[in-house]
């Protein structure tokens, strides 16, 4: 028992995994009380026992294996993290569960199944049993079927998915054990129960003993459709729906309802396997099928009616078999064969289903055509096979093919065209079956049921009857308006016996559901589906034009309203309700007309109508007036009182008084009375006759308007046109087209007859007069702005000038959006019902347009002979054939879509192996859609598909030709029929990586503005997401892109669902894309889309107006409400901007307003800001990065304001008018002062909201947000707040935006908005955002922001150029060429301030300019100098501003802390920052030296005095006082609020002088570094702590060792604290690669110092020391970033060869540190970027030629240079050579010579010794460079001469004559003067003795110098050598001033006056060695955010000493030494005195 009381103890999750049984079983016990008893399904317990469940139920002991399930059960019921178990625990219920003896156990197991699939975990659970299925073991196999059986019938069909269970189950029938055939018995029958007959094809080649014992067993199953009884944990309503059903007695009411939603519809298609048949047909097919004797083609035709029985077939190309089975129908005599192969079609169609659709309209014709045929065993298998194909396509899709037959002459034809088409409609719902293709196949069947044949009258009738019963009554009726009523009965008795397939209710009910409002409208069009048929219908031309009724110009016959007549192709559409009962009215009689007007009119004003005395005319017109304004609607006899009016003298009234009067009679009884179009027809002419008088002409137009509003405009406006056409008065012809053009923006396009207009606008175009033509071009413009770009295709033939009018008015109305119709609507709208029909006329115009264009018929030229040339095996025979296709299609210009066989023709040229006819077949392709317009849709399955796979064509012109060739075919298509089906998917699943991303880049393109799209777009998801995983980086990005849109469509869920297939590996992948895409996937455009053309866009066509734009959104419509606007909400239109920010219009009363706002408006929220910025980082929320604000942003926004924005003002801010934002932004500024805190936590969302308002057009808003600005902007510099990143980088580009708007006030305001930002942002940061806003198309803009940049340089100097000033200025000079005059001279005007500040320098920064800029730039620079400068004025107010932002800037400090500082220091360092880039005389002081040269005039110079100093002082001994120093709190936790400054805060204290803070701030850091979680906190820190680090190493190397009073155990635990931080960072390789070049060689130059240093030897832990620095090396050779690590070593090779004083010793360890990293190279070859290793190696060999190397005492650095370039070549092969991209001039080093040495000598590798390929190698180079040394020397000797080069060309020569000592110049100075010689030879020795000085003042001082410009800090004793100067100037006493200040500062003592010496940059110069940015370049860019924190001055100040000591030589600072200006100046003062001699 002792055992036992071990295992008692042990905790339950230890038991459960114990050796012993019993341990386990009572551990299962315990776990499983444990599990029922935790309450929260997410508590921490459950991720225990996450890794144990699967033991639970694979337990080898059978009694603990029971429990151990029980347990598992109620795990799974209870634990949220239950199915991550999923797929290991199934597996071992079946593997080791299922084969158990004890039911018990079996039982259970099948329990945990279930369970998990009730935890939706079905699919694991699923593929886990279906694997048990090919167990050995026939028990498992049983369980398996028993547990699928039991899912399938609790969980039901639409959570077990059957299609695989389906696949396997012929399988299980087979078995040999009878136990597992019976259970597949009973799984067979449970299916059934729930797919019914769809599985009896699966199941028909089972043995026929077992079908019929299935069948006997299904004919028992019951027939009320199965119910689900357990549902998925997240089906808990329905479950709660089905339990209240059970309490109610069984199948309660509600049962009906439910049946739809829990039995999907299972297709037995679905269920089957496709079957590949094309690959199985007879060899011969094809030549049999052509065969003389029948006997041979039915053999051919047999053997494809046994492979088409396959009920499923595999998709491919048919076209070939479909051609010669059309043949056959067609053509073949034998009527055997015509049926036979009627029913190979009908195969076809039913096994490929909508693959078949592509085929149909070439089928379709040709077995219509054969009905002729009388054998009804033929017309049997004709009708089968077209009901086949029917289900393969749409009604739309073939309307065309059947109307074309109705009117065919045989009978038999009629009939059963009639019969087929009563046939498609059964399968027709409303929405498939719209008016627009009702209209003609009613119109056709009309003729029919009049026809003389009984059989045409009966099937005409039941196709009548049909559509009736579709359709209902309602949309049918007005096309059955004529039909007598005997026949209308006999339709109704008809649709009474029709039987839908899709059971819709008889047509009743429907109608009364649609309610009345829209009467005219169909009850058809249920969404967009409907809306885009009627669109194709409407654009279909042909015959549907022939039978488009009564054109509406006509006066009507028959009493039929005139309206339903079509005007075009489209019809109106019959409007609205009330018109459609009144517009008609007979004509009266003039009797009966006056017998009516005296019933309301007073007998006197009757009397005095034709009176001749006008003054009684006049007031008889009164006296009418008056009696029209009193009359009722109701009572008014419209035509009575027109004919009145009409009656003489009418409309020859000659006083314009009276015929005013009776104009505006008019208008009246049009707007108050039922005006008829009978009664318009009496006063039109008239009214025609007056509009162009003018005096009566505005009344008559008010007239004709008033009556466009009763009539309708289009029918109002065809009469008007032609009456006006019809006369000769050009006045009356002008002014109607003006009328027309006012009146189509008032009532909107719809419904206009284009067509008629057209005619006569080209009438008015044709005519004499100017007026009139102006007025045609006017109103053509109108219509532009509806009809958009097709409707200049009416006018090309025209004259070129006309055209040119013509084209710019189109250009004037470009980018306009048409009004909103303001009229003509608040009748149509009476039931606000008819918004949707208005949408649908007003996109339908834009096609109906291009409907409208005549059309040429080409069929009949594309031959036979055309087609065989086309397919000619010679190349120039096939380019022929296209040729002439190109022609006959130019000819014709628009075609129709009949176009015989070229579309096969075509499609065999797209994979022609000669690419210039695929692109020239692309190119007719393209023409052809263009020609064919919309009815190219037909051909978009056989020849656009096709198009699509020419997208991966290799080349790429062909790639750009197929796509341009996609696009312009889905212009005319639309998107929908390309997604359709699985043409798509099929071409996305080649893996052709070219394919993929041309296509993946179309759909990218082309999802976003789609409303809908087919559901098949699911069928491309599995191959995206083989996209995402693909080889090729490109096709991963395209996939990458269009994922977002993917989901857009599809939604999260499906495309989550769709990664179930993937392996688990791709599938995490996959899904967290898909996490990622969520966060960026758009909104759907389609409800805006809807908005905004009723709004904005009138009528414009969806065409033309891609989902419009969301600029509108935002823009001048939401800002600057016009009248109209106002006009059209009253019309029960909602206001766009309503929907878009969704806000209330009405307001509250005022009293409540009040109450509500006081408080403040501001919340606090406590980490608000923090929280929402990592929000943001993590991607969960949308980045705030736009072009135009999409709504998305402006809701997210919202919600993150709903929490700390009062709810009052963030109505007000979101409110849809702008006064309403100008409110807001009052309370803002009156709130600003007082809610200090609650401003700046919400800082980052009132920067958002008011870039939005950046977006409106409105100015006062604009005006406003900018003076809040500035407030804002103020009173965070006084609180001392610096803008975080994310702040800053929401908020600065928009505001960028506006420093380029057109208002100078606003340019202003903004500009001095970004000047206060310098405050509280640093300049150096804001610099990358300006340069951003230079490359804008609004030249004001770029013209500001180069001016602002220019600002920044002079007031900050170069360090904000970013990122080097290099780059900068070479942006900038770039818009020296620009097209905009301000813009070059803003770029010219800033260059020079940057020459101001900088020098000479500049010219070399720019860079190469084209010789034009050059001239410019340097004429602009003379310019300047010479211009007595009105600056000052303007620097001087800005400077004093600048300055002391500059010191904020440095300081960076929050209040409170170190405010003792010197704030005086603080000053003068920011004097001397500024100044020390700038020359030290201002520019108003300095002396004009051209202007003096030039002057020959005489003057007296009298020269001052010189001033005494005394200089004894400077003698003294100093007395150095002791550097007082602070202890610092490490507790500065509250004064940080944010991590970053806190990080900042604690790195400046790690280089402080003082032990005890540096060894604190390390270990915080190190704790830092430790916690995983909290070490990414110092990503972006790394170069900063590094640098600390090594400034603190050089200051315990120079100060703290040579301390005689510092104990040395302190120096110790400092040392060990560094290196052990260092060694916890690079271990972390995340951060350790974020080290740069620039540090890492400082930093390894500090370690190697360190482990040579002699004097750390000899303290007690030494060894230690040094041991723990080795190690911290590897680790920063291994953990860092290689190609940074590779490089810093090669550079601090090259420094240390370099170095004289340096010890051999270094270098070699540096060797040593190389050759880890050759070992290394292998495994990171591929990590590196071997460019920037080779530019650095080819430096390194330009600075030290072989030669130079071999002349080292150690042959160690040219060994470890050819191991180096040995290794890399042998790893990269010949590719390296294609690595030396970076190098600028090859020549300059040996590198490229000795790689392809290399190369060489491995590729042949004869064996000969290396030594002999040298030797040969070199005397090869010999010779080369004696060729290359002449050119060299030239080049010199050029520079030499040029003024501006002078000094480099001598250093040059210098350089060259020591490192080739028998190079001869002599050849060189021969030819030029004696003065160049004796000069030349003076330079030479002067830097001669300067370099051997140099030399000598660097060994005296006893530091090792570095390559100059590497900063060595001084140690307070010692003067860091690289003061010295490299080129050789003297060095001036000012130098030792300087240093003597930096001396005197450092110990404490008082500088006075500052700043009057020169600084000390100004006298350093620039290296002439190429160098690495050191880590002192990084130091400036750091060096704000180490200030922002440093405490003890000193140390500050240790730092700027740095950054003066050499930063700015580095960064190529300054501009050329103060020694070479004042040679310069002796120079010219030598030439002045000369000259004045």
């Known amino acids: ?632 609607r109701s009572e008014m006899p419209c035509q009575a009182l027109v004919r009145m009016l009409a009656k003489k003298p009418g409309w020859k009234e000659t006083n314009f008084q009276v015929m005013q009067m009776k104009l505006h009679i008019v208008a009246l009884i049009a707007q108050k009375g039922n005006f008829s179009k009978t009664s318009a027809q009496v006063v039109l002419d008239g009214l025609v006759d007056k509009v162009g008088d003018v005096k009566c002409g505005t009344n008559a137009k008010e007239a004709m308007t008033a009556i466009a509003e009763a009539c309708q405009l289009p029918w109002t406006a065809e009469q008007v046109v032609a009456m006006a056409f019809s006369q000769k008065n050009p006045k009356n012809q002008s002014e109607t087209l003006n009328w027309l053009s006012n009146a189509i923006k008032e009532f909107g396009f719809s419904g206009l007859n284009v067509k008629a207009f057209i005619s006569n606008v080209k009438t008015a175009l044709a005519a004499t007069n100017p007026a009139v033509r102006t007025s045609a071009i006017t109103l053509l413009g109108v219509m532009y702005l509806y009809v958009g770009p097709s409707l200049r295709m009416f006018f090309e033939d025209e004259k070129p000038a006309l055209l040119s009018q013509i084209d710019a008015e189109f250009e004037k109305m470009q980018g306009q959006t048409a009004p909103a119709p303001t009229r003509g609507i608040s009748r149509h709208n009476v039931g606000g019902g008819g918004d949707d029909g208005e949408e649908e006329e007003q996109e339908e115009v834009g096609n109906d347009v291009v409907d409208l264009l005549p059309r040429t018929d080409i069929g009949d030229k594309i031959t036979a002979e055309l087609v065989s040339k086309i397919g000619d095996k010679n190349w120039k025979i096939r380019k022929e054939g296209l040729d002439e296709v190109t022609s006959i299609i130019n000819e014709a210009k628009f075609i129709q879509p009949n176009i015989g066989e070229l579309p096969a023709a075509l499609k065999g040229r797209l994979n022609d192996s000669n690419k210039i006819l695929v692109q020239q077949t692309l190119s007719i392709l393209q023409q052809l859609a263009t020609a064919m317009g919309p009815n190219i849709k037909q051909y978009v399955k056989n020849l656009g598909i096709p198009v699509i796979t020419v997208l991966g064509d290799s080349k790429n012109n062909v790639r750009a030709a197929a796509l341009a060739t996609v696009n312009a075919w889905a212009e005319q298509t639309g998107m929908k029929e390309w997604l359709e089906g699985e043409d798509l998917s099929e071409e996305l699943k080649k893996e052709n990586p070219f394919l993929r991303q041309e296509l993946l880049g179309w759909l990218a393109e082309k999802l976003p503005a789609l409303r809908s799209v087919p559901s098949d777009l699911l069928l491309c998801v599995p191959h995206l997401y083989s996209c995402l995983e693909d080889r090729n980086g490109d096709v991963r990005k395209k996939a990458q892109d269009a994922l977002p849109f993917f989901m857009m469509h599809l939604g999260f869920e499906k495309m989550a669902k769709a990664t179930g297939k993937l392996k688990p590996t791709s599938k995490d992948q996959v899904l967290a894309m898909l996490e990622k895409a969520k966060a960026n996937m758009p909104a759907k455009p389609a409800p805006l889309a809807k908005t905004s053309s009723r709004v904005v866009g009138g009528a414009a066509p969806a065409k033309f107006q891609p989902a419009s734009a969301f600029a509108d959104d935002l823009g001048s419509n939401t800002m600057e409400p016009k009248p109209d606007l106002k006009k059209a909400k009253a019309g029960g239109l909602s206001s766009k901007t309503k929907g878009v920010q969704g806000k209330k219009v009405i307001s509250k009363p005022n009293l409540k307003e009040d109450d509500d706002k006081s408080g403040p408006i501001f919340i606090i929220v406590p980490n608000g800001k923090e929280q929402r910025m990592k929000e943001e980082k993590a991607l969960k929320v949308l980045k705030w990065n736009f072009t135009t604000p999409r709504d998305e942003y402006i809701e997210q926004l919202k919600t993150q304001m709903s929490t700390c924005v009062a709810k009052w003002l963030q109505d007000e801010m979101f409110h849809a008018d702008f006064q309403h934002h100008n409110k807001a932004l009052t309370v803002m500024i009156e709130h600003l002062e007082s809610e200090k805190d609650g401003v700046i936590s919400c800082l980052d969302l009132i920067l958002k909201w008011l870039t939005l308002r950046f977006f409106d057009t409105n100015t006062s808003v604009l005006m406003k947000a900018l003076e809040y600005l500035k407030l804002l902007f103020n009173l965070l510099n006084q609180e001392e707040y610096h803008l975080t990143e994310n702040e800053a ?163 960076m400090m929050r209040k409170g802390q170190a405010e003792d500082m010197s704030s005086k220091l603080n000053q003068n360092r920011n004097m001397g920052s500024h100044s020390e880039t700038t020359h030290s005389v201002p520019r108003e002081f300095q002396l004009d030296l051209d202007e003096i040269e030039n002057d020959n005039g005489t003057v007296r110079c009298e020269m001052p005095a010189l001033v005494q100093h005394k200089l004894d002082d400077i003698f003294e001994p100093v007395l150095i006082p002791e550097p007082k120093i602070r202890a610092v709190s490490p507790h500065f936790d509250d004064m940080h609020s944010n991590t970053a400054s806190t990080i900042n805060f604690v790195i400046s204290q790690v280089a402080s002088g003082d032990i005890n803070t540096s060894i604190q701030a390390l270990t915080q850091i190190d704790e830092v570094l430790k916690q995983e979680d909290k070490a990414e906190a110092m990503s972006g820190h790394i170069d900063q702590f590094l640098i600390a680090t090594f400034m603190q190493l050089r200051l315990i190397y120079n100060t703290h060792m040579a301390d005689e009073k510092l104990d040395k155990d302190e120096i110790v635990r400092l040392y060990s604290c560094i290196i052990g931080s260092m060694i916890t960072l690079f271990q972390i390789e995340s951060l350790a690669r974020e080290a740069s070049t620039g540090v890492l060689k400082d930093l390894m130059h500090g370690l190697i110092t360190l482990m040579l240093d002699s004097r750390v030897e000899d303290l007690e832990e030494g060894e230690q020391v040094i041991r723990s620095v080795n190690l911290l090396v590897v680790k920063v050779l291994e953990k860092s970033d290689q190609t940074n690590i590779l490089s810093a070593l090669l550079v601090l090779l090259q420094d240390s060869l370099l170095a004289t004083a340096s010890s051999p010793k270094f270098a070699e360890l540096v060797m040593k540190c190389l050759w880890r990293m050759v070992r290394l190279l292998p495994e990171t070859i591929n990590s590196i970027n071997l460019d920037r290793i080779l530019l650095d190696i080819h430096i390194f060999m330009k600075v030290f030629p072989k030669e130079k190397l071999k002349q080292c005492k150690s042959e160690f650095p040219i060994r470890t240079l050819k191991t180096l370039l040995h290794t890399l070549c042998k790893l990269k092969g010949p590719k390296i050579l294609d690595h030396l991209t970076m190098i600028d001039n090859k020549n300059e080093s040996e590198l490229e010579a000795h790689l392809c040495r290399v190369m060489k000598h491995a590729m042949d590798q004869t064996g000969k010794a290396d030594k002999d390929t040298e030797k040969g190698a070199s005397r090869i180079e010999e010779k080369a460079s004696k060729a290359k040394v002449n050119d060299i020397l030239a080049e010199i000797f050029k520079k030499i001469g040029s003024k501006e080069n002078t000094k480099e060309g001598l250093a040059e020569l210098y350089e060259y004559k020591k490192k080739y000592s028998d190079a001869d110049i002599e050849p060189f100075l021969k030819n030029s003067s004696q003065f160049f010689q004796s000069y030349v030879e003076r330079g030479l020795r002067l830097i001669e003795t300067e370099r051997e000085g140099k030399g000598r003042i660097a060994t005296s001082t006893g530091i090792s110098t570095q390559m100059e410009g590497t900063c060595v800090p001084a140690s307070t004793h010692t003067v860091s050598s690289t003061i010295g100067n490299t080129n050789g100037e003297e060095v001036g006493p000012s130098v030792y001033l300087e240093r003597l200040k930096i001396l005197r500062q450092r110990c404490g003592l008082d500088n006075a006056k500052q700043e009057d010496r020169p600084p000390l940059t100004s006298l350093l110069s620039k290296p002439t060695l190429p160098t690495v940015a050191s880590s002192t370049d990084m130091l400036h860019s750091k060096l704000s955010q180490l200030r922002e924190s440093r405490e003890q001055y000193q140390h500050l100040d240790l730092d700027s000493n740095q950054t003066h000591s050499s930063g700015i030589g580095t960064t190529l600072a300054s501009p050329s030494s103060a020694a070479a200006n004042i040679d310069d100046l002796k120079k010219r003062l030598e030439r002045i005195k000369s000259s004045r001699k």
């Open 1289 to 1451: 980088s929401s908020f600065i580009p928009y505001l960028i935006l506006k420093v380029g708007e057109p208002k100078d006030v606003i340019r202003k305001d903004v500009r001095a908005i970004l000047n206060r930002m310098c405050l509280i942002y640093p300049a150096s940061k804001m610099f990358p955002f300006i340069m951003e806003g230079t490359k804008s198309k609004n030249s004001k803009q770029r013209a500001e922001c180069l001016e602002e940049l220019g600002c920044l340089v002079e007031s900050y100097g170069m360090n904000v150029c970013q990122p080097t000033p290099g780059k900068a200025l070479k942006e900038m000079a770039t818009h020296i060429g620009d097209r905009d005059n301000t813009v070059r001279n803003a770029a010219l005007n800033t260059i020079v301030t940057v020459y101001n500040v900088h020098g000479d320098q500049v010219f070399k920064l720019i860079g190469n300019l084209s010789e034009k800029d050059m001239s410019m730039l340097e004429e602009r620079i003379k310019r300047s100098a010479k211009r007595p400068t009105s600056a000052p004025v303007r620097q001087a107010e800005e400077k004093p501003q600048r300055t002391q932002n500059m010191s904020a800037n440095a300081s």
């Open 1 to 632: 028992m002792g055992d036992d009381s071990e295992w008692m103890k042990l905790p339950i999750d230890q038991k459960c995994e114990h050796k012993l049984w019993k341990a386990r079983l009572n551990g299962y016990e315990e776990a499983l009380k444990l599990f029922q008893k935790i309450d929260d399904e997410k508590s921490p317990e459950w991720s225990k026992y996450l890794g144990l469940i699967k033991k639970f139920v694979t337990d080898s002991n059978a009694v603990a294996q029971l429990k151990g399930l029980e347990a598992a059960l109620a795990y799974v019921e209870n634990a949220h993290v239950a199915g991550k178990t999923t797929g290991e625990v199934a597996s071992g219920v079946v593997n080791k569960v299922f084969n158990q003896p004890k039911a018990r156990a079996k039982e259970l197991g099948e329990d945990i199944c279930l369970m998990y699939i009730e935890i939706e975990k079905g699919e694991a659970v699923q593929e886990e049993l279906l694997k048990g299925l090919d167990n050995k073991n026939p028990k498992i196999i049983v369980a398996c079927i028993e547990t699928l059986r039991k899912a399938l019938s609790e969980f039901g069909s639409k959570i077990i998915s059957l299609k695989p269970i389906i696949k396997v189950l012929p399988k299980l029938f087979e078995s040999r054990e009878k136990a597992v055939r019976d259970e597949a018995k009973l799984l067979a029958v449970e299916i059934y129960r729930w797919i019914r007959d769809a599985l009896r094809p699966p199941l028909q080649n089972i043995n026929s003993v077992q079908l019929k014992e299935l069948e006997e067993e299904w004919i028992k199953v019951s027939s009320a459709a199965p119910k689900q009884t357990r549902f998925l944990r997240s089906q808990q309503e329905l479950k709660a729906k089905f339990e209240q059903q059970q309490g109610l007695g069984g199948d309660a009411d509600g049962g009906d309802d439910d049946e739809e939603e829990v039995v999907p519809q299972v297709d037995a298609y679905e269920l089957l396997e496709a079957v590949e048949i094309l690959s199985k047909l007879p060899k011969d097919f094809y030549e049999k099928i052509e065969a003389k004797k029948w006997q041979e083609r039915k053999e051919a035709l047999e053997a494809v009616e046994l492979l088409v029985k396959n009920p499923k077939l595999e998709s491919g190309d048919y076209a070939d078999l479909v051609k010669a089975l059309k043949k056959v129908v067609g053509k073949d005599t034998n009527v055997m064969l015509v049926a036979l192969a009627a029913k190979c079609l009908a195969g076809l169609a039913t096994g490929l289903r909508k693959k078949f659709g592509q085929y149909a309209g070439h089928v379709v014709p040709t077995i219509l055509e054969k009905f002729k045929e009388k054998k009804p065993q033929v017309v049997q298998a004709l009708q089968e096979a077209i009901d086949a194909i029917f289900l393969t396509t749409t009604l739309q899709n073939i309307s065309e093919d059947i109307l074309a037959v109705m009117d065919n002459k045989n009978p038999t034809i009629k009939q059963q065209t009639s019969l087929f088409i009563a046939r498609s409609f059964r399968h027709c719902t409303p929405s498939t079956l719209p008016k627009s293709l009702l209209k003609p196949f009613c119109a056709a069947l009309l003729k029919h049921i009049n026809d003389s044949a009984p059989e045409v009258r009966d099937a005409g009738f039941e196709a009548l009857g049909t559509a009736l019963k579709v359709a209902g009554e309602k949309a049918v009726n007005p096309f059955l308006a004529d039909v007598d009523k005997l026949k209308l009965d006999r339709i109704k008795e008809c649709a009474e016996k029709v039987e839908l397939v899709y059971g819709k209710k008889p047509g009743g009910p429907a109608e009364k559901k649609e309610g009345k409002p829209i009467t005219g409208k169909t009850a058809a069009l249920p969404g967009p589906a409907g809306d885009k048929e009627t669109k194709d219908a409407a654009t279909r031309p042909g015959p549907l034009k022939k039978t488009s009724a009564v054109k509406a110009g006509v006066p009507p016959k028959k009493g039929k309203p005139a309206t339903s007549a079509g005007t075009g192709g489209a019809g109106t559409k019959g409007k609205k309700g009330p018109e459609t009962k009144e517009i008609f009215e007979s004509e009266l009689s003039i009797e009966v007309c006056e017998e009516k007007a005296a019933a309301v009119l007073p007998a006197s004003c009757i009397q005095q109508l034709d009176s001749g005395n006008w003054k009684e005319r006049l007031a008889c017109m009164e006296e009418f007036q008056k009696a029209v304004e009193l009359m009722e």
